[in-house]
């Protein structure tokens, strides 16, 4: 016997709505998304009421900065900078700090900060064209093809010397998806304490709404810094990267990739800075040049954070980093800073023994559950339709039997 009120089974229509609308409440991390371009040029003010977090003068528009006993700071034409000691945690001077504009790809430290612990780099990924599907017109790409195969430590190499979007669509898509590494790098972002970044898109490209500041990013390089292998990668001059076939299965041999940071490689007319680290770069139009880097000197790392420079001079942006970099060295030790770099960075989990694989960033775990949950539900409902249809074909087989019994009786 059923439940009073409830039929014994389903019509089929009801079974297949049912279905669709479990699916449609499934998390959105579970669904892949592409970035749509935005068109929308930011303001070339800060607004009103920026974030306080490292100190109120941060929330200051304008240039903040304690001279008294050091030498005058450069004039920069960037919409904002910013000049830390990550050491120490001190902002050694800032304009517009808080300031939320588009990162372009230095927004990539974030990326590689949360993503790269959740792979050895001897792992070998065969790249699908479904993986390499949703890039943005326009993007930077290193020039992975798909169908071949590649090391994540090639596509690292892609990611931070060539600012590959591709390779970047392929390590999100090998851990659990874009929408997952989108999930886990604003989680990371929230965790270190920068409110202004908004992650729309995990390559940086321009998207509606995706943002971040020179505070965050110096956050995010301060942490990615932490990993051995960001910095491994990061530093390299040049890489070979790996040929393929090509769409028209042509051979492509192993081809040479040059790191984008001019004042690390000392290409087109930048001097290789001394005592550089590691950064990034990037470029959209509407982020315009963007750099973040880091140099050592005496014992002190120097992070400087350039958004956006106004001059139109060429190299602008590597030409007002060696600025701010050579200011901060020579001033860290006589100014007052104006500021300090919140969550002091911790060592990257899995890093103190080789064997054993990262423990799984919480977002990007419940991304994956999320995943599971969906493939779990789906299985009942395809159960329950196919249920469904059996039960109605052996009711439709009984009534035949009935009338061809009532049938034959009528005859006799």
Partial sequence: ?????????????????????????????????????AEVQPPRQPPPGMSVVGGARLGQ???????????????????????????????L????????????????????????PRQPADTVHKVTAAELAGLGAGSSLVGIQAGQ???????????????????????????????????????????????????????????????????????????????????????????????????????VPSFQIQNGNRLLAGTDGVTRYPGLIAGKNGYTAQAGNTLVTAAARDGHTLVATVLNPQSGKSNAVYNETRQL?????????????VGSLVHAPTATPGHDDPGRQAPEHPALAGARLAARWGALLALPLAGLLVLTLR?????????????????FMQRG
Avoid: C
Wanted: no cysteine.
């Fill in 61 to 91: 528009p304008g240039v903040q900065v304690d001279q008294a006993g050091a030498t005058t700071l450069p004039e920069l034409s960037a919409l904002a900078w910013m000049i830390s000691d990550i050491d120490t945690g001190d902002v």
């Fill in 391 to 407: 039960q109605w074909r052996r009711q439709r087989a009984r009534r035949r039997r009935r009338a061809r019994v009532a049938a």
């Fill in 325 to 337: 970099l050579d200011w901060g060295f020579a001033a860290r030790a006589r100014v007052a800073p």
């Fill in 1 to 37: 016997m059923g439940r009073p009120g409830l039929p014994r089974t389903l019509p089929i229509r009801t079974a297949v709505a049912l279905g669709a609308g479990v699916l449609a409440v499934l998390p959105a991390a579970v669904l892949p998304a592409a970035p749509a371009r």
């Fill in 149 to 251: 195969s590649y090391k994540v430590s090639d596509l690292w190499l892609g990611v931070l010397l060539r600012s590959g979007n591709d390779a970047v669509r392929t390590l999100a898509m090998m851990n659990g998806g874009v929408p997952a590494a989108v999930t886990a790098m604003q989680a990371l972002a929230d965790t270190l304490g920068a409110r202004d970044t908004r992650v729309i898109s995990p390559d940086g490209y321009d998207a509606p709404g995706q943002v971040s500041s020179a505070y965050d990013l110096t956050l995010f390089l301060r942490s990615a810094l932490a990993n051995p292998d960001f910095t491994r990668y990061a530093a390299t001059k040049v890489a070979q990267f790996p040929g393929g076939r090509d769409a028209k299965g042509g051979l």
């Fill in 93 to 116: 001077a800032a304009k517009n700090a808080h300031w939320p504009l588009p990162p372009a790809s230095t927004l990539k430290t974030l990326f590689a900060a949360a993503e790269l």
